[in-house]
């Protein structure tokens, strides 16, 4: 079958053939076309090794992803054994395997390739973290324990790694489970609270970089695990976490940072309450990867990753607590306080870094308005301005509750609201960092007259009336936001102590 499908005549137009292999199926590149055939295994948590389920599972994937990317997946069609005892693509004789058929599109706009070389900017982040978010909220409910859930994949990867000790460091793996268990047992409570609130649904279960494309623009996520629904049901942010522990292992803490805080604000903060569950299930998801890595190599007979082995490690590392910090990022508009947060937020706190929650981003969210999209001035008034400061700190006071890091950047210009921000840390007992960026009025002008599709609305009008009025604050550390942006953020690190209170991150 292999040989048969790794031919280039077997092929529409005779094109060279490229195999992907991976630890469960097989992926025949030609031309436009790619076909995929499931291999004869059987997992503990994967039964491929009859026919009749191979073509269930095949079936499975097209009906799971057709709706997704259309662009993507055609059609399920057999192998057959002629009566002349020939194997054929989609002939007369008897099915002796199955294909799934899909269209093939440029490696260039894979986001593992993307994220390879470089690509993945803060825009298309952004865009992951939405796309996500519309994934799942369009994915239907389940019903499920959420911490009998996690547990039970703990349980298989227990029963799974009990054989492959040879390949992977057996000390390692002990730390692993033992750290798991740990931490599950403390969030058990909130996994099921979370399980009877609607965040357990029929996910995408296998959302990593290399199952995602570009198309049309927009990231799509493609190839959603099949074979098992129970694998699949599971948390939102179980889902998503794949995602982040995919790009905090290419050491794209950033991305990663901004993945999330897109997906919370396309929620509205709706799944703020789970960020507790996040190192575990990045965890897990980081074991689940050294698990496959052992298992492709052992089924292709190929030498063993040395990914496996890091995998393990930023499990266990992603496990240890992590202290979380509230830092205020203060200014007039025009200081650069969301470029100096988004360059601060990914090292500060446990992975993938603090919550970055942007007075500006949070007002149109509100309204379901583009960032980009100029809001009129009822946006604006004092009524208005209230109830987005009320808004963020309620989520900052949520989020603090979690042991998860925080970054408010907004102008802050109301004493009170200064005061109401700063008391979250003393509730929360965390520690907290009040910085001000300061910088002289042609600056500012200059800067916000520059900008170009930001989500703040303010003008060279709105930045001489702050001006007019603006006092430095009382407590707060002053940073000069005078010349370059790198300068300021260095400034800002400087102020943040970072031995103290950032925490590097892959």
Known sequence: MIAFLSAADTHPGGSPVDVVQTHGAMVFLSGDVALKIKRAVRYDYMDLSTLERREKMIRRELALNKPVAPEIYDNVIPVTREADGCLALDGTGTPVEWVLRMWRFPASDELSVIAREGRLDDTLARDLGQAVFDY?????HRMADGAGL?????????????????????????????????????????????????????????????????????????????????????????????????????????????????????????????????????????????????????????????????YLTEAIRVL???????????????????????????????????????????????????????????????????????????????????????????????????????????????????????????????RVTARQGDASDADADVVRAQYASAVLPDGWQVISATGSIADTVARARNALHPADSLATKP
């Open 136 to 140: 799942h909220a369009a994915a239907p």
């Open 320 to 446: 240890l607590p992590t202290a979380p910090t509230l830092v205020l990022i203060g200014g007039l508009s025009g200081s650069g306080k969301t470029t100096v947060a988004q360059e601060l937020t990914p090292h500060i706190g446990a992975a993938p870094g603090a919550v970055l929650l942007r007075s500006d981003t949070e007002r149109k969210a509100l309204r379901g308005a583009d960032p980009a999209t100029h809001l009129a001035a009822s946006a604006y008034t004092p009524k208005a301005r209230a109830a987005i400061y009320d808004r963020i700190l309620k989520r900052a006071g949520g989020i603090l509750k979690t042991g998860h890091s925080v970054l408010i950047d907004a102008t802050f210009l109301n004493p009170t609201d200064r005061e109401r921000a700063a008391s979250l840390a003393a509730e929360a007992g965390t520690a907290l960092h009040r910085l001000w960026l300061d910088a002289p009025l042609d600056v500012l002008i200059d």
């Open 150 to 310: 996690i547990a039970d994949i703990l349980d298989e990867l227990d029963r799974e790694f009990s054989v492959l000790g040879d390949l992977l460091d057996t000390p390692q793996l002990g730390r692993f489970q033992a750290h798991s268990r740990t931490v599950l047992a403390g969030l058990a409570p909130l996994l099921r609270h979370r399980s009877a609130t609607g965040h357990v649904r029929r996910c995408h279960g296998d959302l990593h970089l290399r199952n995602l494309v570009v198309l049309n623009g927009k990231p799509v996520p493609f190839d959603a695990l099949e074979f098992d629904e129970a694998l699949a049901t599971c948390d939102v942010l179980y889902d998503l976490a794949f995602l982040i522990m995919d790009l905090l292992h290419r050491g794209l803490g950033r991305a990663a940072n901004i993945v999330l805080g897109s997906y919370l604000l396309a929620g509205l903060g709706q799944d703020d309450d789970g960020l507790a569950t996040l190192p575990l299930f990045i965890a897990v998801r980081a074991a689940i990867r050294a698990m496959v890595l052992a298992q492709t190599a052992r089924a292709t007979g190929t030498a063993m990753d040395d990914d496996a082995l890091l």
